[in-house]
């Protein structure tokens, strides 16, 4: 199983994926994950990018499609992968295409997480406050001002990819603003019935 979960922030995307990666044996390739792994490593690339994730704008295109075309080559990917958080742009939609190209890697299926703007920020600030509550650390781009920040870099930068992968033949819409058990079912449903075809 080989697919794009494409959602604006707090969407959902990174639950969903953890639920199928046990079901499927794949691994989640989260580029947001990745950048945050190399700050708190103090890599080169963290201390790079540290200050364009904390201000919620987007790494390079170059930066995070060299990320992605190195991921995609290990061993761990070879039984299936979602992506989560990329591609974000046309460009790294367009690169993708010629990353999966060279590896022989046929995409199954691109599922977009639609939910409601209000939802979202609504969603994000309980994530803020659970996190609190439990004694987590809270992600320093979870605030409101610059959650607001990635939602428009979502809608502006990110939305158009629907259409393109709607060309593509590979999109499919599950209503993300349903309970978690619902949008889960969702998923499993339409999996079953890619899967059965
Ligand atoms: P995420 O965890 O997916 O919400 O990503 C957190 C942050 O990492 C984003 O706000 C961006 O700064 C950066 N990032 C993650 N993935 C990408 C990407 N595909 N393109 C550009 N920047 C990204």
Known sequence: MRLIFLGP??????????????KFGIVQ???????RESIAQKTPL?????KILSEGNLVS???????VSERLK?????KGFILDGFPRTLSQAVALKEILK???IQLDAVIEFLVDKEILLNR????????????????SDDNEEIFTKRLDEYFEKTK???????KENLLHEIKGDNSFEEVSKDIENFLASFLKH
């Open 74 to 78: 290990k061993e761990d990917c070879s």
């Open 102 to 104: 060279e590896n022989n």
């Open 9 to 22: 922030p707090g969407s959902g995307k990174g639950t969903q994926s953890k639920i199928l990666l046990e």
């Open 46 to 50: 963290g201390l790079e990018v540290q």
């Open 124 to 139: 994000i600030q309980n994530r803020a406050q659970e996190a609190l509550k439990n004694g987590l650390p809270v992600r």
């Open 29 to 35: 390739l989260s580029t947001g994950d990745m950048l």
């Open 61 to 67: 295109d170059e930066i995070v499609n060299n990320i």
């Open 160 to 166: 158009p990819l629907s259409d393109f992968y709607k």
